[in-house]
């Protein structure tokens, strides 16, 4: 992404402007959940939402990639990657879905396959034991620290993006 | 640092702009009547939560505001 003010370009995972004079610069970032409308009813029955006036076709067919992003296998059209700077990571399926999760300088993925529902998964991670599970309504996973309540930066992202801005990545193997 | 090519970067910055969603008001859930299978994003600023509809940011791809007097950008 760009800032309209010097027109640096950004990186929108990791905050980190990498081109442009403010390259190097680095925004503050924290967890955005995803979830479904079932599960935010459950748990934030008075959850308010910012609504989107903008009708066009534009929006419409933006739409088409992304019907399903929660347990989905996820499609991209072809000419996206050529949008790309360099490669895609082979180590993983480029469009695998996973937690993602970053502390300080170190980051590691938790494909969803190797998170099953209803179980609790406890890894190391940064110095730390981290425990990750999945919600039952929704699906979605989530980690936190064993000790503590709060977790590590954390994003539900496919393996494209998630290596794209953290190339030397872990990857957490059952 | 990633070696990118600002020609391919201004592809968005054209006619085929995505303009970020700057919310001036919200609604409460419950009200819109979505699906139960909808997907939203949910961010949270000085304890205050506030949801987006998955599929309106797949155009936005960006949202930028204040919440609790604490600005906020959110990208998808």
Redesign the interface.
Known sequence: MTDEETWSLWDHISGEAFEGPLAGQKLEIWPISMTLVEAALAKMPDLRIYTSSYRSWKQWFMHLPHRKFINSKGFLPPQFYLTMSQPIDPRLPKLEQGLGVIEGDQAKFYPMKSLPKGEMITDSFAGRTIVLERSEIDGVPSAKWQAGVDGPMQLLSRWYGFSYSYPDCDIYLQ | ??????A??K?T?GK?Q??P?R?K??????S?H???????????RGGE????????M??????Q?ELEGQPF???F
Not at chain 2, 1 to 6: P, Q, S
Not at chain 2, 58 to 63: S, V
């Open positions: 640092m990633k070696a990118i090519d600002r391919k970067a592809v910055t085929f995505f303009l969603l919310p008001h919200d609604q409460p859930l419950a819109l979505l699906p139960g299978d909808a997907e939203l994003l949910v961010l949270e939560h506030r949801g987006l509809i998955a599929r309106e797949a155009y936005h791809h960006i949202c505001g950008l959110v990208s």
